[in-house]
């Protein structure tokens, strides 16, 4: 209403997303220790197009490769200025090691065996199979779920043959 007592009015249509902003991911571990090969896979739905994606590396993409294990942060941003902020932990199985328990050869001619101690890495692990080993020097593989290998190199000692000798006498 004015001074002359005049109404007006007007419509103002005020719009916004159907949906909220929102942003879920696929992470995608490190395979073996050191590696850089974990990945994060951005899905957003909502809000309003288009979106603005900043990695603090400076990235723009939605798959974020090549990864190392850490922490990375993602900022996305619709056309409304609405943001969503994660962080994201890229995490890397242990390192794979290996060592041996050597059963020696107790007579000359017998044989030995070999027991393999695996830590880190990502179970089931292949393995050779370590029984009935001849004396001599051996390097065994293991091999992780993820493909990562560890190998160690071990002894199998054999003693020497016993010599009998008979003397007789007249």
């Known amino acids: ?14 719009t916004e997303p159907a949906l909220p902003l929102v942003v879920t991911y696929t992470e995608t571990p490190v395979s073996c ?33 090549s990864l190392s294990a850490g922490t990375y ?6 056309a409304n200025g609405c943001l969503v902020t994660l962080d994201f932990e890229v995490v890397e199985p242990e390192l794979l090691e290996v060592s041996v328990v050597v059963n020696d050869i107790l007579c000359n001619g017998d044989l030995g065996s ?15 199979d370590l029984s009935d080993l001849e004396g001599g020097t051996y390097t065994t593989m293991v091999i992780d779920a993820n ?8 002894v199998i000692t054999e ?12």
């Open 1 to 14: 209403t004015d001074a002359n007592s005049c109404v007006a009015f007007t419509v103002v249509n005020v």
């Open 33 to 65: 220790y050191g590696l850089s090969d974990g990945a994060i896979l951005l899905d957003i739905t909502g809000g309003s197009v288009p979106y603005n994606i900043l990695w603090a590396s400076g990235s723009t993409d939605l798959f974020y490769d």
């Open 73 to 78: 942060n993602v900022l996305v941003t619709d």
């Open 114 to 128: 070999a027991e393999l101690i695996v830590t880190g890495g990502t179970a089931p692990y292949e393995t050779d």
């Open 147 to 154: 493909g990562c290998e560890s190998s160690v190199d071990f």
């Open 159 to 170: 003693p020497d043959p016993i010599e009998v000798i008979v003397t007789t006498t007249d």
